[in-house]
């Protein structure tokens, strides 16, 4: 009897504690319950209240809540039924998932996520304004009766504006500054006193499943390649045409080549080739875009200064034509890039002198394996290389770079050199100067708030092929 009393514990204790142990540590997630907006549905608001119950007592410094994928549990309102949040700013339409973590006064923790989705007004989708409005005042406290061009003093605002309205695939954006000037002195042209609108930008897109469509009227960014249109920013309009299928994009554009400050000068949009910039370019990809090719033609004319423009010379024409061929076989292991591009350009189309005819090219090699990067470029920019609103293209240039790095976790190293020239079509009548530059850079980064490092750069400069009585050249900086 003793021996059956000893082992009928043994064998029906699991059998009874067992549930009981469970039943204890289960999460109850119907404790924790979405009131404001209710679960799974649409709402009409910007800034919708957010209402969460908690029925049972919790430890609000263990309370996290993660709402679209941001921690925001510092600024919650804690009530003694669970917690409040209304949001800064305007959310943008579409769903909106809330996590929420709680635990227990037993430490029992208790998990629960949301979804419910928002738009801003019934008939669109997203209707927003966002203005931020800048004010400055100067004002000499005392000037000499000797001193008459100074201000004594400025008042300036600045209104800066970017409304939204959308609805399913189709969108649209307004951005713009106005300006409010008035000072002691008289304003100097092109600035103008009083109200003015600075810039604007007005954007519509289509964006369905097979393909996107964007329209941009106002002040522009023009990027193609470093060689043809780079930074270009001016007035007028740009298309862009882009189809996922056929992995396929078209890209059309005209801007006013003079610098526009203000609404002084329209709108840009016109095509006259004097005094405007115009181009077309078109990608492809292939092999499901592991290959990509570009062509790009820009062609234009320039009249003469701007602001921020500074010319030589008479009015400006010239065309380019480029084309650029990129591929990726290995994921970004292996990446190959070559352009070519070829421009006719004349400096002053009032002299007797035509079009002069140049080429640029390059071709670049790179890759990132596992903790190492590499890339080697070689480029070659012809001594009558111009391309028309392009101004701080460097022209005259050949030379290669090859770079190196490699990113151990706290330790950090990058190589570098490269070699260019000058002179590249050999001409008699100038030197070649040769500048080389070698630089390495250490990083020690395992203290976050102390990171060490270290770098070492020589650079030397030298001459060759320099004609009869030109004394050679060379230096070396450390």
Known sequence: MVEVAFFLPCL??????????????????SLIQLLEPTESTQIIAKKPLIKCSIKTP???????????????????????????????????PGNHPLSVTAYTADGRELKKEFTFSTRHSKPF????????????????????????????????????????LSEKEVGFIFKTNIRY?????????PIQDGFILQNYLLQGKYAGKTFTFLSEMGDLQIA??????????????????????????????????????????????????????MGVSGDIGLLSEKMKLRGIYVTGGEEGNSIGVSTT???????????????????QKLTTEAELDISKFDADTSDEFPSKRDKAYKLKVGGTLDKYTYEALYEYIGPNYEVIGNQGLQKNNEGFSLKTGANFEIHLINLSFTRYNDNVKKDDLYPRIYTTQGTIDYTFSKFKSLPMGLSYQKSRLNSKREPLETPPQKTEKV
């Open 12 to 29: 029906f204790y699991p059998f009874f504690s067992f549930p009981l142990y469970a039943q204890s540590n289960k999460v109850d997630d």
């Open 313 to 331: 010379g008479g009015a400006k024409r010239g065309d380019v034509h480029g084309f650029l061929f990129t591929t990726d076989f290995f994921k």
């Open 181 to 189: 000037l008035d000072q002691y002195l008289r304003v100097t042209p």
């Open 58 to 92: 919790f430890d609000p410094q263990k309370l996290l809540v993660l709402f679209d994928g941001t921690d925001i549990s510092a600024v919650l309102n804690i009530t003694p039924e669970g917690f409040e949040y209304k949001p800064l700013g305007v959310l943008a």
């Open 224 to 277: 193609e390649t470093l060689y043809t249109v780079q930074g270009l920013a001016r007035r007028g309009g740009n298309m862009v045409f882009e189809s996922k299928d056929l992995h396929l994009k078209l890209r059309a554009f005209t801007v006013k080549s003079q610098q526009i400050f203000g609404f002084n000068g329209g709108t840009g949009l016109e095509t006259t080739r004097d005094d405007h910039i």
């Open 125 to 164: 989708e997203e209707i927003s304004s966002k203005n931020e409005i800048t004010t400055l005042y100067e004002k000499l406290l005392e000037k000499s009766d000797e001193v008459h061009n100074v201000n004594s003093w400025k008042f300036e605002s600045n209104l800066a504006n970017e409304s939204k």
